[in-house]
């Protein structure tokens, strides 16, 4: 399977809505309990890709995938760091789509100055047809390491689950290094 990553469109946003509903429908990695409409999305879109990278995943034309970082706190001390997101397309689940969307994700935010990437990532305490420990294994496997642990934050399915914050480092900290920059769309 041939993989490209590209940098998302604002006309992206429909099929990235689809992969996004999936989850919400059909599991609780994410504790929107609520589908999106198409336009909520592109909102949510726009203002990602107003300063920060969005990158799809596609393979003979179709999107299976996306990532993107997003403003980690609104305090200026926090603008070195970034929380990010990753989904891919269920069926292609466990096939590099992931890692290939987290590696573009990774150097376009060294390249703009970040230093610290950051994931929220919800987990079971046990295992369900729910939820599973897939996103924190494939984030160990890309270098982040559990730095927080919420217990019985959320409540989906009638089920209540926690979630873990990760971190990886990707710059050096220095003193009074230069804030990050924007990413370009153009």
Do not use: Q
């Not at 589908?35 to 909102?43: C, H, I, P, Q």
């Not at 730095?147 to 089920?159: A, D, L, P, T, Y």
């Not at 990760?166 to 710059?171: A, Q």
């Amino acid at each position: 399977m041939d993989i490209t990553i590209r940098t998302a469109k604002p006309a992206d946003a429909e099929m990235l809505n689809k992969i996004y509903t999936y989850y919400i429908e059909k599991t609780a990695i994410t504790f929107e309990d609520v589908a999106l409409t198409d336009g909520e999305f592109f909102e949510r879109m726009a203002e990602i890709m107003s300063f920060y990278p969005y990158f799809v995943a596609e393979t003979d034309g179709e999107i299976v995938g996306y990532a993107y970082a997003a403003k980690f706190k609104n305090r200026s001390a926090y603008d070195w760091s970034v929380e990010t997101t990753v989904y891919v397309k269920h069926d292609f689940n466990k096939k590099g789509v992931g890692s290939l969307l987290y590696a573009a994700l990774e150097k376009a935010l060294k390249d703009h100055g970040y230093k610290n990437m950051y994931a929220c990532i919800a987990v079971p305490k046990v295992e369900d047809e729910y939820l599973t420990f897939g996103s924190v294994i494939f984030h160990e496997k890309s270098g982040f390491k559990t730095v927080g642990r919420f217990v019985n934050c959320g409540s989906k399915f009638g089920r209540w689950y926690g979630m873990v914050w990760m971190h990886k480092n990707i710059g050096r900290h220095v003193k009074n290094c230069a804030r990050p920059t924007r990413f370009s769309y153009i």
